[in-house]
């Protein structure tokens, strides 16, 4: 739902992608330190050394280069941060690795599920038990996705469809046309910073093919192990907190989704010049009949009132 939404390509990711390469040349220098020098060009034959024997031209067209290697992959980033996202939500291929993958992840959640029932009470329920969809039993491991986003978006879907009888895989295009400028901005930001963490949480995870670099250098035994240790470790920590930030902002998303679906829903009805629900009791049965009609799958003839 976050594409129809938000561009995924937004300025402050150039920050982004220009981090993850002065990462990589930081370290390229880190233990070639003579590719900054010029005395040394004589037994070298690299691109630093063609742009100082072209002078000022050289130097435009490193930073040249420099500019569409950044600007490239963010682009390459952003082409790709809603297949990443499904990726994340548990939406993984049908090979036999994969399926053996997505069992234990679903057991995990099953059980992550069950502790969160445990810990609800009738006085008090656990907003982690909101983030799961219903199941038939323990064992019920198939009604789970594998990840935690990706249940949380089965869940909200699953509320939406149970009160209101609206699948919003057809009828979310449709109540975007139809909200408010204000409730379309808000859900347009919230979605922009979805994907924008996708493509930071990707970079973050790329950002260890650097770790090479430090031992292909000139560096003595060990400052090499201590640049290891210190990479590894800033590597874990980036990629944790990238995946703390973008799951508790897809929960704030989809939140979003289900408040503006709750209050906005009438809208969808009397922008498609359809009749809305009489009553809550019966209101489930309409929103099906509703999204049967966007999803062209027919249904009784009925009146228009534009």
């Excluded at 390469?21 to 070639?32: D, E, F, H, I, K």
């Excluded at 070298?44 to 067209?61: E, P, Q, Y």
């Excluded at 950044?70 to 941060?81: F, K, P």
Aim: aromatic residues 6%; hydrophobic residues 50%.
């Amino acid at each position: 739902m976050t594409n129809t939404l938000a561009a995924r390509w937004k300025s402050y990711l150039l920050g982004s992608a220009l981090l993850f390469w002065l990462l990589g040349a930081g370290l390229l220098l880190l233990g070639r330190s003579d590719l900054l020098r010029a005395d040394t060009c004589a037994r070298r034959h690299d691109l630093a050394c063609w742009a100082h024997a072209n002078g000022s031209a050289g130097d435009v067209v490193l930073i040249v280069l420099a500019a569409v290697l950044v600007i490239g992959t963010a682009s390459l980033l952003s082409a790709a941060a809603g297949r990443v996202l499904a990726l994340i939500g548990g939406e993984w291929p049908d090979h036999a690795v994969g399926r053996a993958w997505l069992a234990r992840r679903r057991r995990a959640q099953m059980a992550r599920r069950q502790r969160a029932v445990g810990r609800a009470t009738a006085e008090r329920d656990d907003p982690e038990r909101q983030r799961f969809p219903p199941v038939a039993g323990p064992d019920d491991h198939d009604a789970l996705a594998p990840t935690r986003i990706g249940n949380a978006r089965a869940a909200a879907l699953r509320r939406v469809l149970d009160a209101y009888g609206l699948d919003l895989a057809v009828c979310w295009p449709v109540l975007l046309e139809v909200l408010p400028d204000e409730t379309y901005k808000r859900l347009a930001a919230s979605s922009a910073t979805v994907l924008g963490l996708v493509q930071q949480w990707a970079l973050s995870c790329a950002a260890i093919v650097w770790l090479p670099l430090i031992w292909t250098g000139r560096l003595q035994a060990t400052p090499r192990i201590v640049c290891t240790v210190l990479l590894v470790a800033a590597w874990v920590i980036a990629v944790r907190t990238t995946s703390g930030r973008l799951r508790s902002a897809t929960f704030e998303y989809l939140d979003g989704v289900e408040a503006t679906v709750t209050a906005h829903r009438r809208l969808l009805y009397s922008g498609l010049g359809l009749q809305p629900p009489a009553d809550s009791a019966t209101e489930p049965q309409r929103g099906a009949e509703l999204s049967a009609y966007l999803n062209l799958e027919g249904g009784k003839p009925e009146p228009l009132t534009w």
